[in-house]
Structures are given as structure tokens and as C-alpha cells.
């Protein structure tokens, strides 16, 4: 485990919270706020990966100013205010520069223009961090700048292994990889957590498979932060919090694909970094991941100890929608252990949990964890107990609940209805269910989707003569995708 050193430097300003943005949001959760701040990007042509943690430092102070993105978003959406009223900053007191002209009224971007940029604005005076969050706003497969690499490269070590921390795996150059290393600052931490944040939007739009050995660089880059030291205990304390989140990231990345024992491997990482610094949320958060690979890998025991472990981590957080979630992990393990009652009991309580609602409280990685996610874990649980015909009903209701912006979870939930529909024997809604998931296919590269499927076609080759059963067959067998890794059920 990387280490960090801690220097008695000048501390850290005390943030001011924005006390006028907590008003705007008003009853809603910092998540659901989140979300209409994302819808509010879709309807002027914007890309923001705002999330519930995005919110949380806004409200406590901690970005007294939006990059131009996000100030674009928020005067579409509150019209006639301005950032002031917002209780933001003034721009040219937190850049150190004067500020530019007001931003005109919303508008998508022009022929030859990136989302998040305007004719005019030069890269050159941009400072490192404000280019990270320019590298936010755009499309997935955009290519690095000479520019953007450059501005990373120049700080020294703990800059160039924020620079790594990029979905696509900007790596530095061997002489960069050689300078002494400098102590990581709150640029470096913000970075970390962007990088955090993209990988699991890059995942919940099309999978792990293709991300997997992209995520490997991040995570280097991670624990080399955490050798350089930082600045202050405070951004210490961030830097191991994001490397923990990170580390469950690409593990979960290496799970969905089917790589149990590399997964194995980062969860113990994170978990050891949570254990460390005494980080009960991000303890949580690795045994909850670990109780799932358990289930997953046919250690049902284990999936019911850990689920056990994390829920009393958990505990002290306030947060009924994760101690939910728990439940269900632990319901899981029940199911493998073929004992009814213990799964019963961990659904009933994880329902109860979940009916209190959101709370402030909610880890932002909890983002995924509505009334979908729900039925799709415990439509599991009843697939585990050959129970095929609630398994089906509540895999049905995640299919239709989703969020569209999930489109792997979608995939995911279409292709457990489609085998539990064959296991119960109807095949003629199996088949049209699994001919759903091919033609998401194309978006999503995930083992464990192209495993069920796999299982599906087997259950149903004795039943070709029924209505769309061949043509399922028949396209299954062309699909060219990657080859599941592991394959069969995975639960």
C-alpha cells in the first residue's frame, strides 16, 4: 500500500458554503438535482458528468466558480440569474484573471466547435484543472491535445500521473515518468475523481469490456499520487478516498468481464486503503463489491459474510438506500446457500430500506440504485432459487424501469427476463427478449450479458419451432462481439 507524506504547509482556506445553490435545489436529493442538471446539458447541446458528489462541493464551497460549461447549463437553467445569484464567486477572483464577457444566451455548438468550447476562448490561458474539466465535456473517443498534454506534463511527477488519469490512458513519457516527484494539491485530487466519475458513466453506457485495460493506467497513476505525498492532510485524506474508489472501479470493471481473480485483487486494495485511513464509506463500498464477486464466483458463504461486514460499516453513515443495497447483497448469498428464509428476510428488509428514501447521506457511486436495481438484484435472487416465474416479473419491471441513460443495466436486466423467461418455459418471450439484448449489443461489451445469453440459446435450441426462438438462435450464433470470458449464468 502507497504511502503519503504530509507537510506542515500554510492549511487550507476554509471553503464558504453556497448556501443560495443548497436553496435552488430545494427537497430534491443532491442525485435527483444532479440528474436535471444533466437533462438541463441535453437541451442546449452541453456535456456535463454532473453527480450528486458534483453538487455536495458546490453547496460546501468548494468550487466557487463553474468551468463554462457548467455556467452555461446553470443560467439555462434558472434564467435572468447570474452566477453571483447562484452564490458563486466572480470568475476573475478565482482564475487570478480578468473575467471574460458574460456568456450569451445558450446555444449548441457551432461547425467545428467542442462542446464546452466558444470561438475566442484560448487553451493556452487555461490552467491544468480547467482543462480537466474541458476534457469532461467531451465525447468519449475525442483524442488528447498537444495542448492538454503539454499543460500536464510541465508540474512534475504527482501532474503527470494526474494527467494519466484520463478513461483513454494519456500516459507520460518515459524522461516526465523519471522527474523527482512533486506533492500532489488539490488539482491532482479533483482530477482523481474526474476520473472516478467518467469511468463508471463510460461503464453504465457501454459495459467493462472495453474499458478494462484502458482503467489499468488510471489506477498506476493513482497510487503514484499517493507516493508523491500531498500537500495537505486534507487533500491526503481525498487522494486515498478517490484511489479506494478508483481501485473498486477498475475492479468491478475486471468483474464484469469475467476476470474474478484481478478483481479480487483491486476490492482487497481498496478495502486495505479503507481500513488505513479509517474510511467507513469507502469500507462499505469494498465489501459490497466483494460480497457481489463472491455470489458471482460461487462463494455464496463468503457473499453473506462480507454483505454482513459492509452493512456494519454502513451503519454509522445514514444512508437507508445503501444499507438497502446490502441487504440485497446479502439476500444474494442466501439465495446461493439454497436457504429461502435467509433470502426472504434480507429482501424484506432491503424493501423497507429502500421505501425510506433518499438521503444526503447516499454515496455518489450509489447513482444506479433506484426502483430498477431493486427488482433486477432480487429478480436474482429468485433465478437462484429456480424460482423462474417471480424471477421473471421482477426482471420484467427493472427492464421497464430503467433510467435510459443505463443502457448496460438495460441490456443486463433484458437478458436475465429472457432467461428466466426460457427457464420457465416460454420460450417465444425469451427469444424476443434475447433478440432486444443483440441489438444492444453494439453499445455494450460486458462477459457477464454475453454469458446469460450464451445460457439462453441453450435452454432454448430444444424449442427452435417456436415463434422467433430460430431467428434468436440464428442471430446469437452470427454475433462477432468479444467471446465471453467465463461464460454461463452469473448467478
Same mark, same amino acid.
Given at each position: ?48 458528468? +454532473? ?13 466557487? +466558480? ?32 480578468? $473575467? ?20 475566442? *476562448? ?11 474539466? /474541458? ?17 500536464? @506534463? ?58 478494462? /485495460? ?21 487533500? $491526503? ?9 478508483? $481501485?473498486?472501479?477498475?475492479? &468491478? ?34 465489501? +459490497? ?53 435467509? +433470502? ?20 455518489? &457511486?450509489?447513482?444506479?440504485?433506484? *426502483? ?16 423462474? /416465474? ?61 454469458? @446469460? ?39
Amino acid at each position: 500500500m502507497a504511502s503519503s507524506t504530509v507537510t506542515s504547509s500554510q492549511p487550507d482556506r476554509p471553503p464558504r458554503p453556497n448556501l443560495a445553490f443548497r436553496r435552488l435545489r430545494g427537497p430534491r436529493s443532491p442525485a435527483e438535482f444532479a440528474a436535471l442538471v444533466r437533462r438541463a446539458a441535453r437541451e442546449i447541446g452541453e456535456r456535463v458528468s +454532473c453527480d450528486a458528489r458534483y453538487i455536495g462541493r458546490v453547496e460546501a464551497g468548494e468550487i466557487r +466558480c463553474p468551468n463554462y460549461a457548467y455556467e452555461r447549463v446553470f443560467l439555462h437553467m434558472f434564467p435572468g440569474r447570474t452566477l453571483t445569484d447562484l452564490g458563486f464567486a466572480p470568475r476573475s477572483s478565482v482564475r487570478g484573471r480578468a $473575467a471574460r464577457p458574460a456568456v450569451a444566451a445558450p446555444r449548441g455548438p457551432s461547425a467545428g466547435e467542442r462542446p464546452g468550447e466558444r470561438p475566442g *476562448e484560448s487553451l493556452g490561458a487555461v490552467e491544468p484543472y480547467d482543462l480537466w474539466d /474541458r476534457r469532461q465535456n467531451d465525447p468519449p473517443n475525442h483524442e488528447e491535445s498537444d495542448v492538454l498534454r503539454r499543460a500536464f @506534463m510541465t508540474g512534475g511527477g504527482a501532474t503527470v500521473a494526474a494527467a494519466t488519469l484520463t478513461p483513454l490512458g494519456l500516459a507520460p513519457s518515459a524522461a516526465a515518468a523519471d522527474r523527482p516527484p512533486r506533492r500532489a494539491g488539490i488539482p491532482e485530487a479533483m482530477a482523481l475523481e474526474e476520473a472516478v466519475r467518467r469511468i463508471r458513466l463510460l461503464d453504465d453506457r457501454h459495459g467493462a469490456d472495453g474499458l478494462y /485495460r484502458r482503467a489499468a493506467a488510471p489506477l498506476r497513476a493513482a497510487y503514484a499520487l499517493l507516493d508523491a505525498g500531498a500537500t495537505r492532510q486534507t487533500t $491526503a485524506d481525498r487522494l486515498h478516498s478517490g484511489a479506494g474508489e478508483l $481501485a473498486i472501479s477498475v475492479g &468491478w470493471l475486471a468483474h464484469d468481464s469475467g476476470r474474478f481473480d484481478d478483481a479480487r485483487s483491486h476490492y482487497a486494495e481498496a478495502l486495505a486503503t479503507a481500513r488505513m485511513t479509517g474510511d467507513a464509506g469507502l469500507e462499505a463500498h469494498a465489501f +459490497c463489491n466483494t460480497a457481489f464477486l463472491a455470489r458471482d464466483a460461487g462463494r455464496p458463504r463468503e457473499a453473506v459474510r462480507a454483505a454482513q461486514a459492509a452493512q456494519r460499516a454502513a451503519r454509522p453513515l445514514g444512508s437507508a438506500r445503501l444499507l438497502s443495497l446490502l441487504a440485497l447483497r446479502e439476500a444474494g448469498g442466501w439465495a446461493g446457500l439454497a436457504d429461502r428464509t435467509g +433470502c426472504e428476510r434480507a429482501l424484506v428488509r432491503a424493501q423497507a430500506l429502500f421505501e425510506r428514501g433518499r438521503a444526503d447521506a447516499d454515496p455518489e &457511486w450509489m447513482s444506479f440504485y433506484g *426502483e430498477a436495481e431493486l427488482a433486477g438484484l432480487e429478480a436474482q435472487c429468485w433465478s437462484t432459487l429456480g424460482d423462474w /416465474r417471480r424471477a421473471s416479473r421482477q426482471a420484467r419491471r427493472a427492464a421497464q424501469a430503467q433510467d435510459p441513460h443505463f443502457t448496460r443495466n438495460i441490456a443486463l436486466y433484458t437478458a436475465e427476463l429472457a432467461d428466466d423467461l426460457a427457464r420457465e418455459g416460454r420460450p417465444d418471450e425469451a427469444a424476443e427478449a434475447g433478440l432486444r439484448v443483440l441489438a444492444l449489443l453494439d453499445q455494450v461489451q460486458s462477459s457477464r450479458i454475453q454469458g @446469460m445469453l450464451a445460457g439462453t440459446a441453450r435452454v432454448l435450441l430444444p424449442h427452435r419451432r417456436a415463434s422467433g426462438v430460430a431467428e434468436f438462435l440464428d442471430r446469437h450464433a452470427s454475433y462477432k462481439g468479444p467471446r465471453p470470458v467465463g461464460g454461463g449464468r452469473s448467478v
